[in-house]
């Protein structure tokens, strides 16, 4: 879950809480928007299928658009559009899901 945003420098970071169902301790992250924009391009070139590039439906979640001038009332704005995106993304079948690309951007390392 997205839980909030904050401004470090230039940039503004999201914190992500990863984890804390039953079995499993939560653990927090910080990440830009832009690498959540690398994320989605990433998994939209790896699942043609999902994104729709393929005649299929889009399966895979839309990311909120990138801005030329990010103001904090913009990064508050995307919080919970970030927060949606990854409960989509995180709701999809395994393959997706799961993939290196979603446990790379979630690793706490």
Not at 6 to 32: Q, W
Not at 45 to 53: A, I, M, Q, R
């Amino acid at each position: 879950r997205v839980v909030s945003v904050e401004k470090h420098g230039k940039s503004y970071y999201y914190t992500v809480v990863v984890g804390g169902s039953s079995d499993e301790e939560s653990y927090e992250i910080m990440r830009k928007y832009s690498e959540f924009f690398n994320l989605h391009m990433a998994l939209i070139e790896s699942f043609p299928v999902e994104s729709g590039k393929e005649g299929a439906e889009r399966t895979l979640p839309f990311l909120p658009g990138q801005k030329l001038l990010v103001t904090e009332s913009v990064a508050k704005a995307r919080e919970p559009e970030l927060d949606l995106y990854l409960v989509e993304l995180l709701a999809m079948p395994a393959v997706v899901s799961a993939c290196p690309l979603v446990t790379r951007f979630l690793d706490p390392n």
